[in-house]
């Protein structure tokens, strides 16, 4: 099964997006960067150990999706 893509072919060939489709993927971006800087926030007040590594783990989480993409977000 050959994969479904959101974008639109020009007639040379090339894949072009709308821009409610470039907005959308900027508001997932900046959402990903928003719940990214609230939990370095947490972090920076955190003095409980055990918290502190929870909150490591979700940083490096979303660390890990910003590296991979959005394929394999959801």
């Given at each position: 099964m050959t994969p479904i893509s959101?974008?639109?072919r020009a007639r040379g060939?090339?894949?072009q997006i709308d821009i409610q489709?470039?907005?959308n993927i900027f508001n997932l971006l900046?959402?990903?960067y928003v719940s990214t800087q609230t939990v370095q926030?947490?972090?920076n007040f955190v003095h409980d150990r055990?918290?502190?590594l929870v909150l490591d783990r979700?940083?490096?989480?979303?660390e890990k999706?910003?590296?991979t993409g959005f394929n394999n977000s959801f």
């Open positions: 959101i974008f639109k060939g090339t894949e489709e470039a907005f900046r959402a990903r926030v947490f972090k055990d918290w502190d979700f940083i490096k989480h979303f999706h910003y590296n």
